[in-house]
């Protein structure tokens, strides 16, 4: 299927991933609604800080995707949905569960259902390789045991299996899209990397972590954005889930010290135990398979990790952007 000059919905446009998506295909040549989550200051998150040009190509639709009737008259006249709209923080998942069952869950039970209904060309919903747990195998690929070890990720198995469901009892046009620790500009100071760049700029010496012990397979959301659009463009991947991963590992310990060392080597890292996960709950090891992705697509990982925080750290570096980040708090 081609992208171009298709009419496309990007629920979560306001969010990390999606805003870089909502430009990646307007790259593409598709014309674009974003979906964004209505509040009464009228914020499009992250859209907000796109030029004036690049907004004025976007068709903006503020709603809840917890409702259905919105995400219905979203859909009406689109004929590709990419939805990455979603609760993601694993810690507030611990405190508010049924919030992660609402948004995740039934939010893409609406998408689904309205695309059966209005007869959508294609269906793109995001997963994420939380719903692997702690590896049993490396490197993990679509055929990996799914683990729920947090509410999040049982929220996410359901929203994954309610997808694949449609697909097979009425041949719904879908592909699961899960990318592994996606990182970059934008993202949530939940996130280990934007809570290491934001202390370190804030001029901590002192840089608090929870356990440093887990690996994580990171990428950078350019190369995300790009899966998902090879991704779109792949009939044969219809009817299945695909990887999105660098198929790599590394510590969050060696991880942060690699960061440390480009803002400031005379920081040192801290344990800090209130940001722990329950240990059962803990992701010890995601190191994720690309191979299906790759024999399906011509995607290939663009960027380094090293080129990817460079290009990261120079973006919190602006003032601008890292007023909006409150580094002296821990960010559920």
Not at 102 to 125: F, H, M, P, S, Y
Not at 291 to 317: M, P, V
């Amino acid at each position: 299927m081609e992208i171009k000059n298709k009419k496309v919905l990007v629920t979560g446009a306001d969010g990390f991933i999606g805003s870089h998506l909502v430009q990646q295909l307007m790259a593409e040549g598709a014309q674009v609604k974003a979906f964004v989550y209505y509040n009464s200051f009228n914020s499009w998150g992250w859209l907000d800080t796109l030029s004036k040009e690049e907004l004025s190509n976007i068709e903006i639709f503020a709603g809840d995707i917890r409702d259905p009737n919105g995400v219905r008259t979203a859909m009406k006249g689109v004929d590709v949905v990419f939805h990455l709209a979603a609760l993601i923080a694993i810690p507030f998942s611990y405190h508010s569960p049924d919030s992660y069952i609402d948004t995740n869950v039934k939010g893409t039970l609406n998408i689904v259902q309205a695309a059966k209904d209005l007869g959508i060309e294609r269906v793109l919903v995001t997963s994420t390789s939380e719903v692997y747990g702690t590896a049993c195998y490396v490197p993990i690929d679509e055929k990996h045991d799914r683990q729920p070890q947090s509410p999040y990720s049982a929220s996410k198995i359901g929203a994954d299996c309610i997808a694949e469901s449609f697909y097979r009892s009425f041949d719904l046009p879908l592909t699961i899209v899960r990318p592994f620790n996606t990182y970059g500009p934008r993202q949530s100071a939940r996130a280990v990397i934007p809570t290491i760049i934001t202390q370190l700029l804030a001029g901590k010496t002192e840089i608090k972590l929870g356990d440093i012990t887990p690996t994580r397979d990171l990428l950078f959301v350019k190369d995300t954005v790009k899966g998902f659009v090879a991704i779109a463009k792949a009939d044969s991947l219809i009817g299945t889930d695909c990887n999105i991963a660098t198929q790599s590992e590394i510590t969050v310990g060696d991880l942060a010290q690699k960061i440390v060392n480009l803002i400031n080597p005379n920081a040192t890292i801290l344990h800090d135990s209130d940001r722990l996960r329950p240990a059962k709950s803990e992701v010890f090891r995601l190191f994720g398979s690309c191979e299906k992705l790759k024999q399906h697509t011509s995607w290939t990982a663009s960027y380094t990790l090293d080129q990817g925080l460079e290009e990261t750290i120079a973006w919190f570096r602006n003032d601008q952007h890292l007023k909006q980040y409150k580094a002296d708090i821990y960010n559920i």
